[in-house]
T-cell receptor, first 115, second 113 residues
Framework: AQKITQTQPGMFVQEKEAVTLDCTYD???????LFWYKQPSSGEMIFLIY??????QNATEGRYSLNFQKARKSANLVISASQLGDSAMYFC????????????FGAGTRLTVKP | AAGVIQSPRHLIKEKRETATLKCYPI?????VYWYQQGPGQDPQFLIS???????DKGSIPDRFSAQQFSDYHSELNMSSLELGDSALYFC????????????FGPGTRLTVT
């Protein structure tokens, strides 16, 4: 079964600095998708970014970019120019084989942005 | 822009009671997903619907059922509630042509006492 590991339970970053949230996955599938979601204290899950396993370029969405290193099986999220509103839980998730019914989430990383 | 709407936002039920959670997807989204997130846990996929038909099934207990209606809204029905059903229930929607971009609703927090 696909396993997602987020090794950083908590991270701190100074406002306006960049931060990298780690995510590694364990899969034997050739085709899979990788996601990052943000969950603020209010509880909702906010889609941030998606990367397909066959995408050669790293996905970017505004201040978010996904550092995809296929050989290392890592999909780190980079947030540039951190803002106070970025403080939240961040979940890495994957869909092995591209099957959306099998989305697996990591344990999450709590990011705190300091003023 | 319109987002996924879930109602109610909070629900308190007693053991053995039933609960119905509602989800209204983003307009023109044809696919709906339900997830359960227990306290301190990551979300777990329950079930999904495409064009009013169940498309995939995850770790949904037999006590739960769900359906998608003609207006694409979906309802998750939960019977014989147990204490362990206390969780945050998320609905997400997407366009079938771009299923990887799922937009989540704010969630319904169910507390079973």
């Amino acid at each position: 079964a696909q396993k997602i590991t987020q090794t950083q339970p908590g991270m701190f970053v100074q406002e306006k600095e960049a931060v990298t949230l780690d995510c590694t996955y364990d899969t034997s599938d050739q085709s899979y998708g990788l996601f990052w979601y943000k969950q603020p204290s209010s509880g909702e899950m906010i889609f941030l970014i998606y990367q397909g396993s066959y995408d050669e370029q790293n996905a970017t969405e505004g201040r978010y970019s996904l550092n995809f290193q296929k050989a290392r099986k890592s999909a780190n999220l980079v947030i540039s120019a951190s803002q106070l509103g970025d403080s939240a839980m961040y979940f890495c998730a994957t869909i092995p084989g591209g099957f959306l019914n099998d989305m697996r989430f990591g344990a999450g990383t709590r990011l705190t942005v300091k003023p | 822009a319109a987002g996924v709407i879930q109602s109610p936002r909070h629900l308190i039920k007693e053991k053995r009671e039933t609960a119905t959670l509602k989800c209204y997807p983003i307009p023109r989204h044809d696919t709906v997903y339900w997830y359960q997130q227990g306290p301190g846990q990551d979300p777990q996929f329950l079930i999904s619907f495409y064009e009013k038909m169940q498309s995939d099934k995850g770790s949904i207990p037999d006590r739960f059922s769900a359906q998608q209606f003609s207006d694409y809204h979906s309802e998750l029905n939960m019977s014989s509630l147990e204490l362990g059903d206390s969780a945050l229930y998320f609905c997400a929607s997407s366009l079938s042509v771009n299923p990887y971009e799922q937009y989540f609703g704010p969630g319904t927090r169910l507390t079973v006492t």
